[in-house]
């Protein structure tokens, strides 16, 4: 669904109005598409104090194809190197920093402090690694005209695996992501012959594939080279088929919370799954007090226990390949709450649990990462039948004051998904804007 006021925000008279009385001016969002495959502009590198990890951090950003450079005037992008931030004082070298260029940043830029994780010995440095959480929430919240901020805390030796992670977050497919902290292991990243088709060769499943978010995610996945299997209930099969056809791609018309769930999938992916994406979920909205029973069970079965179930399964059988990604679906619910949710928010509370427990047993028995998308409002048909003043507020109440789009959330399931992420597991990443309600 169009949104009416980010169009009026666009014009001379829209800009004028909202200004004087002091409402939102959402910038228009710059994301991938064939003309915009990268930011236009150059990269400003700058140091924090005296890091040992500055010349391997700009050789990985030399890597990405964008121009680095120790000035400009207008960059695309601030990459800051945090990771020698070891006091309070030092917190002063961050500001010194980022203080002269912020407001030279380009309108939908991105800035990027990269940090290392607190230390539990050190509590000197570990506070000092903690106040660039703090630093990177609010500078994301008042920097406007669509940039976004975002802190990459790096444990030892994990510079290298983080060129997928730079990669995304400095380029349009990061549109909708601020004021995240994504933790970077230090496992080996897999190769990636082609940063263009950086999935070629590698099979994908997608629940709930038939239309929105699962379509799109379909759709990315694809894109970037893999051979997709989209899943969703029979019920669906002609939007299913539809979807996968445009795709080149398999359609399953599967309940998947049957019992012979799990095995069909297996039996549709004879050389099994490289990624496994669980996005098919549903809402039964009420008050608890008005909430039967069944409205609760539907959505727990679906939302959470088929996940769990054919997770368990498909790792256990070995469909789930050694290298393979699971990425599943959470959502701001999960995390912030949500009134008349509280079946629905459990749910995906549940989900980054699961991505929590089950991350770095996957990662050791399984050679597996496991990670979650946690999407805010994201313009669907679901949200486009939201009364318009919730829906309203719901599209404002994030740092880039507006809706996000299915292809947000796909973009960040594709980027979890790629062979070179291995040392990114056990994330859970909110594609929301930075909403201003949860952590």
């Keep these: 669904m169009a949104d009416r006021y980010l169009h009026f ?69 601030v990459v800051l190197d945090a990771t020698a931030v070891e006091t309070a004082a030092g917190l002063g070298d961050v500001h010194a920093a980022l203080h002269p260029v912020v407001r030279s940043l380009a309108p939908g830029g991105r800035i990027v402090v990269v940090g290392v994780r607190p230390s539990p010995d050190d509590h000197h440095q570990a506070a000092a690694q903690q106040a660039l959480e703090g630093f990177v929430r609010s500078l994301g919240k008042e920097i406007g005209k669509g ?23 400095l380029s349009p497919r990061s549109a909708y992501i601020s004021g995240q902290v994504i933790e970077v292991s230090s496992a080996a990243p897999g190769p990636v012959a082609d940063w263009a088709a950086p999935l070629a060769g590698r099979t994908a499943l997608v629940t709930g594939a038939a239309r929105g978010i699962g379509a799109s995610v379909a759709s990315v996945l694809a894109r970037d080279g893999a051979h997709v299997i989209c899943l969703d209930v029979p019920q669906a099969r002609e939007d299913l088929v539809r979807t996968a056809d445009r795709l080149g791609a398999t359609a399953l018309a599967l309940d998947i919370t049957a019992d012979d769930a799990a095995p069909r999938i297996s039996a549709a992916a004879p050389d099994g799954l490289d990624i496994l994406v669980h996005n098919a979920g549903i809402t039964r909205d009420r008050r608890l007090a008005n909430m039967a029973a069944d409205r609760w069970a539907s959505v727990i079965d679906v939302n959470l226990d088929s996940v769990l179930r054919t997770t368990d399964a498909l790792l256990k059988t070995g469909t789930v390949n050694r290298g393979g990604r699971i990425v599943a679906t959470a959502s701001i619910a999960g995390i912030a709450g ?55 507020a719901g599209r404002r109440m994030n740092s880039l004051s507006q809706g996000g789009l299915p292809v947000d959330v796909a973009e960040t399931t594709a980027w979890f998904a790629q062979p070179a992420s291995s040392a990114v597991n056990g994330q859970i990443v909110r594609v929301c804007g930075q909403s201003l309600l949860g952590a």
């Design 9 to 77: 925000t666009g014009t001379a008279t829209g800009r004028f109005l909202t200004r004087r009385i002091g409402l939102p001016q959402p910038a228009p969002l710059r994301r991938w598409s064939l003309e915009t495959q990268s930011l236009t502009g150059p990269v400003l590198h700058l140091t924090a104090g005296d890091s040992t990890a500055t010349d391997e951090l700009g050789a990985i950003l030399a890597a990405t194809g964008l121009e680095v450079r120790a000035s400009a005037d207008r960059p695309a992008a």
């Design 147 to 169: 940039a976004t901020v975002q802190l990459v805390r790096l444990a030892p030796g994990a510079v290298e695996g983080a060129e997928s992670t730079l990669r995304f977050l």
């Design 338 to 392: 949500n009134n008349g949710q509280t079946n629905y928010a459990a749910s995906k509370a549940g989900i980054i649990g699961l991505v929590r427990s089950l991350a770095p047993r996957a990662a050791a028995d399984h050679g597996v990462t496991v990670n979650a998308v946690a999407p805010g409002f994201i313009e669907t048909k679901m949200t486009a039948a939201v009364p318009l003043f919730i829906r309203e």
